[in-house]
């Protein structure tokens, strides 16, 4: 389970990493569609994070008599 906890949380970290990316290209091009394209990467960058966080919050919540299980 730890494996895929910390897969898991790579794939996070690069996700962010690659919308922060695309924010400051986004911010530096001078294109007519591109105030749109940074409004939705600035969104996405605030709202996934949200999402993750509530999705393990949940996780927590409903499994946590199965995560006492295998920490033994």
Same mark, same amino acid.
């Given at each position: 389970?730890?494996?895929?906890?910390?897969?898991?949380?790579?794939?996070?970290?690069?996700?962010?990493?690659?919308?922060?990316?695309? &924010?400051?290209?986004?911010?530096?091009?001078d294109?007519?569609q &591109?105030?749109?394209?940074?409004?939705?990467?600035?969104?996405?960058? @605030?709202?996934l994070?949200?999402? @993750?966080?509530?999705?393990t919050?949940?996780?927590?919540? &409903?499994?946590?008599?199965?995560?006492?299980?295998?920490t033994k």
């Amino acid at each position: 389970m730890k494996k895929v906890k910390r897969i898991l949380a790579l794939a996070g970290a690069v996700l962010l990493f690659c919308m922060y990316a695309s &924010t400051l290209v986004f911010a530096l091009t001078d294109r007519s569609q &591109t105030m749109g394209l940074l409004k939705a990467s600035i969104a996405c960058t @605030i709202i996934l994070p949200v999402l @993750i966080y509530a999705y393990t919050l949940v996780y927590k919540v &409903t499994h946590h008599d199965q995560d006492d299980d295998d920490t033994k």
